[in-house]
Protein backbone atom coordinates (compact mmCIF):
# COMPACT_ATOMS: atom_id res chain seq x y z
CA UNK A 1 0.00 0.00 0.00
CA UNK A 2 2.62 2.03 0.46
CA UNK A 3 4.16 1.43 -2.31
CA UNK A 4 0.54 2.83 -4.13
CA UNK A 5 0.60 5.54 -1.83
CA UNK A 6 3.84 6.81 -3.12
CA UNK A 7 3.02 6.19 -6.91
CA UNK A 8 -0.05 8.13 -6.39
CA UNK A 9 1.75 10.87 -4.93
CA UNK A 10 4.26 10.65 -7.59
CA UNK A 11 2.06 10.60 -10.57
CA UNK A 12 0.56 13.76 -8.90
CA UNK A 13 4.42 15.07 -8.62
CA UNK A 14 4.55 14.29 -12.02
CA UNK A 15 1.11 15.79 -13.42
CA UNK A 16 1.80 18.89 -11.24
CA UNK A 17 5.29 18.95 -13.15
CA UNK A 18 3.54 18.77 -16.88
CA UNK A 19 0.81 21.24 -15.72
CA UNK A 20 3.66 23.85 -14.96
CA UNK A 21 5.59 22.66 -17.74
CA UNK A 22 2.63 23.55 -20.52
CA UNK A 23 2.11 26.99 -18.58
CA UNK A 24 5.72 28.28 -18.92
CA UNK A 25 5.61 26.71 -22.65
CA UNK A 26 2.59 28.20 -23.29
CA UNK A 27 3.93 31.26 -21.93
CA UNK A 28 6.74 31.13 -24.13
CA UNK A 29 4.54 30.75 -26.89
CA UNK A 30 2.46 33.07 -26.83
CA UNK A 31 5.46 35.43 -26.34
CA UNK A 32 6.93 34.37 -29.09
CA UNK A 33 3.74 34.89 -31.15
CA UNK A 34 3.08 38.36 -29.90
CA UNK A 35 6.70 38.97 -31.11
CA UNK A 36 5.31 37.40 -34.61
CA UNK A 37 2.64 39.38 -34.71
CA UNK A 38 4.65 42.96 -33.70
CA UNK A 39 7.16 42.22 -36.39
CA UNK A 40 4.67 41.34 -38.99
CA UNK A 41 2.66 44.67 -37.81
CA UNK A 42 6.12 46.78 -38.34
CA UNK A 43 6.30 45.03 -42.00
CA UNK A 44 2.64 46.18 -43.02
CA UNK A 45 3.03 49.48 -41.67
CA UNK A 46 6.22 49.37 -43.51
CA UNK A 47 4.78 48.57 -46.87
CA UNK A 48 1.68 50.70 -46.27
CA UNK A 49 4.42 53.61 -45.64
CA UNK A 50 5.89 53.06 -48.93
CA UNK A 51 2.74 52.65 -50.84
CA UNK A 52 1.79 55.86 -49.42
CA UNK A 53 4.48 57.48 -50.28
CA UNK A 54 4.51 56.23 -53.94
CA UNK A 55 0.99 57.08 -54.28
CA UNK A 56 1.46 60.88 -53.18
CA UNK A 57 4.25 61.02 -55.80
CA UNK A 58 2.39 60.03 -58.35
CA UNK A 59 -0.68 61.73 -57.58
CA UNK A 60 1.56 64.60 -57.59
CA UNK A 61 2.88 63.53 -61.38
CA UNK A 62 -0.92 63.67 -62.29
CA UNK A 63 -1.66 66.89 -61.08
CA UNK A 64 0.96 68.23 -62.93
CA UNK A 65 0.22 66.34 -66.01
CA UNK A 66 -3.52 68.07 -65.03
CA UNK A 67 -2.20 71.58 -65.18
CA UNK A 68 -0.73 71.36 -68.19
CA UNK A 69 -3.61 70.22 -69.73
CA UNK A 70 -5.72 72.81 -67.97
CA UNK A 71 -2.86 75.44 -68.81
CA UNK A 72 -2.90 73.94 -72.79
CA UNK A 73 -6.39 73.92 -72.88
CA UNK A 74 -7.06 77.55 -71.39
CA UNK A 75 -4.81 79.12 -73.79
CA UNK A 76 -6.36 77.40 -76.91
CA UNK A 77 -9.47 78.47 -75.69
CA UNK A 78 -8.57 81.92 -75.97
CA UNK A 79 -6.93 81.65 -79.07
CA UNK A 80 -10.40 80.59 -80.41
CA UNK A 81 -11.95 83.14 -78.61
CA UNK A 82 -10.08 85.84 -79.96
CA UNK A 83 -10.62 84.33 -83.51
CA UNK A 84 -13.86 84.17 -83.26
CA UNK A 85 -13.81 87.69 -82.32
CA UNK A 86 -11.77 88.92 -84.81
CA UNK A 87 -14.12 86.83 -87.44
CA UNK A 88 -16.96 88.87 -85.73
CA UNK A 89 -15.77 91.94 -85.68
CA UNK A 90 -15.10 91.68 -89.92
CA UNK A 91 -18.60 90.36 -90.37
CA UNK A 92 -19.54 93.10 -88.65
CA UNK A 93 -17.91 95.64 -90.65
CA UNK A 94 -18.77 93.44 -93.64
CA UNK A 95 -22.32 94.15 -93.27
CA UNK A 96 -21.90 97.64 -92.35
CA UNK A 97 -19.84 98.52 -95.23
CA UNK A 98 -22.61 96.59 -97.42
CA UNK A 99 -25.90 98.37 -95.83
CA UNK A 100 -24.06 101.79 -96.56
CA UNK A 101 -23.14 101.18 -100.10
CA UNK A 102 -26.63 99.82 -100.62
CA UNK A 103 -29.46 101.13 -98.20
CA UNK A 104 -32.21 100.18 -100.28
CA UNK A 105 -31.34 96.82 -101.00
CA UNK A 106 -30.58 96.05 -97.37
CA UNK A 107 -33.74 97.33 -96.21
CA UNK A 108 -35.68 95.95 -98.46
CA UNK A 109 -33.56 92.33 -97.77
CA UNK A 110 -34.40 92.95 -93.59
CA UNK A 111 -37.83 93.28 -94.53
CA UNK A 112 -37.95 89.86 -96.72
CA UNK A 113 -36.34 88.34 -93.55
CA UNK A 114 -38.64 89.74 -90.85
CA UNK A 115 -41.72 88.71 -92.31
CA UNK A 116 -40.74 85.11 -93.52
CA UNK A 117 -39.55 84.85 -89.89
CA UNK A 118 -43.35 86.33 -88.73
CA UNK A 119 -45.25 84.06 -91.44
CA UNK A 120 -42.88 81.27 -89.88
CA UNK A 121 -43.52 82.00 -86.06
CA UNK A 122 -47.32 82.84 -86.68
CA UNK A 123 -47.81 79.13 -88.37
CA UNK A 124 -46.70 78.09 -84.92
CA UNK A 125 -48.96 79.37 -83.12
CA UNK A 126 -51.98 78.45 -85.00
Known amino acids: MATTKAARTAVKNDLNTLKDDLKVLGAEEKARLREKASDAETRVRA???????RLREQSEVLRERARGYYDTARVRGQEYYDEAQERFDEAQRYITERVQERPVQSTAIALGVGVVLGLLLAGRRR
Open 47 to 53: KAAEAEA
